[in-house]
């Protein structure tokens, strides 16, 4: 085999913004034989372990159409606290799952909260409460 006949390396497709990673795509790119995460670059690094239940309702709420972000309160105490890091927005325990979020005013508001309901209702401890913390307008 010439130098011409050996594979090159391996190619990820780009996605809308590959140099930076969402919950999405962190959640997306695990798989039971190599799991990996996608870092600043596009590059992909192993990933020790599998996200968690708040990483993948965070990554299930930010891919609801009218969702701008997830929100941390006030003073940035709802969220999800895991070792070395933190979900923002989610607060998972024995009541349920509460989901808060900042929402676009370009769709409307109580059909995006109700969406991000019932994609999180399907992987997550019921009830599912989700709480509209803000509005992002476009001006």
Request: charged residues 15%.
């Amino acid at each position: 085999m010439t130098e011409h006949d050996m594979p090159g390396p391996a190619r990820q497709p780009a996605g809308p913004d590959p140099g930076h990673p969402t919950p999405l795509s962190v959640a997306a790119s695990h798989t039971a034989t190599a799991p990996v995460v996608v870092v600043p670059g596009g590059r992909t690094v192993p990933d020790l372990e599998p996200p968690s239940l708040a990483e993948v309702v965070a990554a299930a709420a930010l891919a609801v159409p009218g969702v701008v972000r997830l929100h941390g309160g006030r003073f940035g105490e709802l969220g999800t606290y895991l070792p070395g890091r933190r979900v923002t927005g989610v607060r998972i325990d024995d009541a349920g799952t509460e989901v808060h979020v900042v929402v676009s005013d370009v769709a409307p508001i109580p059909r995006t909260a109700a969406q991000v309901q019932r994609a999180v209702s399907a992987i997550a401890p019921m009830p599912v409460r989700v709480h509209v913390e803000d509005i992002d307008t476009v001006v």
